[in-house]
């Protein structure tokens, strides 16, 4: 009977993986294009002038880096998953991350047995929200394609540190009635950014400040629109499975 | 077990629960891995534009 949860939690991040795609399609990918014009201006640029101090740092660090360091690789590393085109892979990106975010939900209303419901939904999705995007936004911003950024692992590690940090603190914040319970939620909650994030040593960008500024925002709204889709729909799931258990 | 309602077999037992919780959270964690995190250029390019648009750590 346990493959119930599964099957609603997956159902629901499918689905919100659909909404995703769209909202993605219409307020994020534009803006990455429009970056990734700049961006190949630049690795030009690089090339023809090694000899200044900030782009050979940029070309060693490159070296360094076994992941490709812009999309219009694509075919000199092996190409996509299933030789899919570039919305198709996304698309099929949006589902996986759904249905994945959806089983870190589920495990988490079971962990802490706070229900979700179709009325809880929306704050379990701002919960969400917060600990996926929103607080680790505030160390590493989302990033446009071609922006300067600190080692790749580097930020990985500190990445994933304030997610799980964050989720600890929300529920000592939000999830228990008792003082200490809350004043820890807080210190843990802060401390990721105290410890402070990654950050590049070189911070020129051949991509405009108002692109990077549009996508950040448009990151931000279209995540946030994603899990309170995500939050309503696995709430109303469970409330399916507990009219029918 | 006849007299469970629909909420306290919702609920039925800590273990069947902690079962579930552990299990998603590990299936959910690996999903995550694989589309937002994995450092393999097949993956990050199929995934490119969607790891952007989630912030997640890039190139």
């Known amino acids: ?245 | 077990m006849a007299t469970k309602t629909a909420k306290s077999e919702i609920a039925s037992g800590f273990g069947q629960r902690i079962t579930v919780a552990v299990t998603a959270l590990i299936l959910g964690a690996f999903f995550i891995f694989g589309a937002g995190l994995a450092n393999s250029a097949v993956l990050h390019d199929t995934a490119h534009d969607a790891r952007h648009a989630y912030g997640f750590p890039c190139h």
Not at chain 1, 4 to 9: I, K, N
Not at chain 1, 69 to 80: P, W
Not at chain 1, 95 to 104: D, I, R, S, Y
Not at chain 1, 215 to 237: E, I, N, R, Y
Request: charged share 10%; no cysteine.
């Open chain 1, 1 to 245: 009977m346990m493959v119930r949860f599964f099957l609603a939690a997956i159902v629901a991040g499918l689905i919100a993986g659909v909404f995703m795609s769209v909202a993605q399609e219409i307020k994020v990918t534009p803006l990455i294009l429009h970056a990734e014009e700049f961006e190949n201006v630049g690795e030009g640029d690089v090339e023809q002038s090694l000899s200044t101090r900030g782009s050979s740092i940029l070309a060693l660090a490159g070296l360094l880096n076994p992941v490709t360091t812009a999309y219009a690789h694509e075919g000199d590393d092996g190409g996509t998953l299933f030789g899919l085109g570039r919305l198709s892979g996304t698309i099929l990106a949006n589902l996986v991350v759904g249905a994945g975010f959806a089983l870190l939900l589920l495990g988490v209303v079971m962990l802490t047995g706070i229900p979700i419901t179709a009325k809880t939904g929306v704050l379990w999705g701002a919960a969400g929200w917060l600990t996926f995007q929103f607080l680790p936004a505030l160390g590493l911003p989302p990033e446009l394609p071609g922006f300067p950024a600190a080692e790749l692992a580097d930020r990985q590690v500190w990445w994933v540190a304030t997610v799980i940090l964050s989720a600890v603190g929300l529920y000592l914040l939000i999830g228990r009635p008792e003082t200490w319970s809350k004043i820890a939620g807080v210190i843990v909650l802060a401390s990721p950014h105290l410890y402070g994030a990654p950050q590049p040593e070189i911070i020129t960008s051949d991509v405009p400040a108002l692109l990077a500024a549009e996508f950040a925002v448009a990151a931000l709204a279209t995540t946030a629109f994603f899990w309170v889709v995500l939050g309503l729909l696995m709430g109303a799931a469970m409330d399916r499975l507990d009219e029918h258990a």
